[in-house]
């Protein structure tokens, strides 16, 4: 099993019934997987925020939405966060792709690849670090904890993941 499928053996297994997703070349896979298997929907969204704004409507809705994005992007969400998400306490699931981080060749990923771990911490989301094919059981932690606590949680992905 590649790491992809079973990414989305983990997710599916963990109760995600909805994707929010935005494209990355480390995620292409995954999102294939997604599309090709058609057992969790996917909603490919222009920009990350309107990713949270339809996550926070499902989540009310009964489902258990996750957004599928770079670690980039979680920047675009940090007010939907604070004053959506925290404020009427929904919540949501990060996956994340963690550009910027060691390997990354792309420069402007860098400040936002650094900055992220600490980004969390300040808007007070419970960050979870795959980056070994062992720790992708991690993800039903991850979910479980945002379920029981009712806050959002960030998982981020590392590089190396794929590269073993």
Not at 26 to 51: A, M, S
Not at 67 to 83: E, M, Y
Not at 132 to 149: L, Q
Request: aromatic share 4%; with cysteine; glycine share 8%.
């Amino acid at each position: 099993m590649n790491v992809d499928n079973s990414l989305y053996e983990v997710i599916k297994d963990s109760g995600i019934d909805l994707i929010l997703s935005l494209p990355c070349i480390l995620l292409k896979g995954l999102l294939e997987e997604i599309d090709d298997k058609g057992e969790i929907q996917n909603i490919r969204v222009t920009r990350e925020e309107e990713g949270v704004g339809i996550a926070a409507g499902a989540y009310l809705a009964g489902r258990t939405p996750a957004l599928l994005i770079q670690n980039s992007g979680l920047g675009n969400c940090v007010n939907a966060i604070k004053s959506l998400l925290q404020l009427y306490k929904i919540p949501i699931i990060f996956i994340m792709s963690h550009r910027g981080a060691e390997g990354e060749k792309i420069i402007a990923q860098i400040p936002m690849g650094k900055l992220t771990p600490r980004l969390l911490k300040i808007l007070n989301i419970k960050m979870f670090i795959i980056d070994s094919f062992e720790k992708i059981k991690e993800i039903n932690s991850a979910v479980e904890f945002s379920k029981e606590s009712k806050k959002s949680v960030g998982i981020l992905l590392k590089r190396q993941l794929w590269r073993e």
